[in-house]
């Protein structure tokens, strides 16, 4: 059994890219921020964030909110502002399974899962499927849902041609499409391409500021003007109508000129983990590098043996073992993301003296793991 030392050296957390903390330029750029109440629309640097991600999204308008889940709540109960009407989403989309059903809680709109394929798109034969006929039994189909990068599936870029492919047959469908694009920009560096054409074909997107991006609050939502004025007005319904709040805008902003230019360098982190684990050549904990298209890396454990949460509590401690052999006391904080994976997220905050720390504590913990069996 392994046993734990004191620990007094360095903590690298990789549970989430939403662990970031304001840089000391952000925090000034927070503080000297110019404000208004925003629930007048007189907050001008508030203004200046949603006309500066309408303008890189090329949409007509956007929405500062304080969370994604509120991003795509509202993006939700706009476009199904019936009652009966139903939303077709991936069954592992983060707006099925991690938002606490808020489009059913809050607005009744009903959720149909389409199967999510390992690469986080989902058949677009099985969604005409299950487009709803016109029929007195049945709820009304409003809207499609997508995400981009798609988290559970590790972080994966939906494949563009895919994308396309979605908007010509919700066209078709006469179904708007709405992209839950939390972490987009991730999507967009990988891929070399401007993120107005990863989103080209949806009619609504939502823009997480608070992961990559390092602020410290905040997504956008944007669409067309109309959309933009029906959200507003839910908005104010859900709690969501801040007032004074330019220097929480002024954050998202900072992060757009300075962060978002960097996220290369947090996939060419992840790549080193990668690595890692695929250098130690086990067989219980397996990764795909080819497949950690961009900040988040999940571990694969073979639950026979060891599970998530065993992985992520040895990572948590120290052994004087370790330290002896390794010559530093490293503590590394990873998340249980299923029942079989474990999962690791890069951000700013992690240098890259701390990921090469990480690599060498994980060979370590996964060849101690793989002799214990």
């Excluded at 549970?15 to 000391?24: E, G």
């Excluded at 009744?108 to 709803?132: K, M």
């Excluded at 219980?284 to 026979?304: Q, R, S, V, W, Y």
Aim: aromatic share 2%; charged share 20%; proline share 5%.
């Amino acid at each position: 059994m392994t046993k734990s030392v004191p620990h007094s050296g360095v903590v690298v957390d990789l549970r989430s890219d939403t662990l970031t903390q304001p840089s000391p330029l952000m925090k000034k750029a927070m503080t000297e921020a110019p404000l208004g109440d925003d629930v007048f629309g007189e907050d001008p640097t508030v203004n200046a964030l949603e006309d500066k991600v309408a303008k890189l999204l090329d949409k007509q308008a956007a929405l500062f909110v304080p969370t994604g889940t509120m991003s795509n709540l509202l993006a939700v109960l706009t476009h199904c502002h019936q009652r009966g009407s139903e939303v077709i989403l991936g069954h592992l989309s983060h707006i099925h399974l991690y938002e606490q059903g808020g489009i059913s809680q809050l607005g009744g709109v009903h959720p149909r899962t389409v199967q999510n394929l390992p690469d986080g798109t989902f058949d677009l034969e099985a969604l005409r499927g299950l487009v709803r006929q016109k029929d007195d039994h049945y709820p009304t189909t409003a809207l499609v849902c997508v995400e981009n990068t798609h988290n559970v599936a590790g972080g994966k870029v939906v494949p563009l041609a895919w994308v396309d492919e979605l908007g010509a047959t919700c066209r078709e469908l006469g179904l708007p499409v709405h992209m839950d694009g939390a972490r987009l920009l991730n999507a967009a560096t990988k891929l070399d391409l401007p993120p107005e054409r990863l989103v080209r074909r949806c009619t609504s997107v939502s823009l997480c500021l608070s992961k990559g991006l390092g602020a410290p609050v905040g997504s956008v939502l944007v669409g067309s003007s109309e959309f933009i004025q029906r959200a507003r007005r839910l908005r104010k319904a859900v709690g969501g109508g801040m007032r004074q709040c330019g220097m929480l805008a002024a954050a998202g902003i900072y992060g757009l000129d300075h962060v978002y230019p960097t996220l290369a360098r947090d996939h060419d982190l992840v790549q080193q983990l990668a690595r890692a684990v695929e250098e130690s050549g086990s067989k219980t904990f397996t990764c795909d590098p080819c497949g950690a298209h961009t900040n988040i890396l999940m571990i694969e454990c073979d639950t026979k043996k060891v599970t998530p949460q065993q992985l992520c509590q040895r990572m948590g401690q120290v052994t004087q073992e370790e330290v002896t052999e390794l010559r530093e006391s490293v503590i590394v904080r990873l998340l249980p993301m299923t029942n079989s994976r474990a999962r690791l997220v890069v951000h700013h905050d992690v240098t890259p003296e701390q990921i090469q720390s990480t690599a060498r504590k994980l060979q370590y913990v996964i060849r101690e793991l793989d002799s214990n069996l």
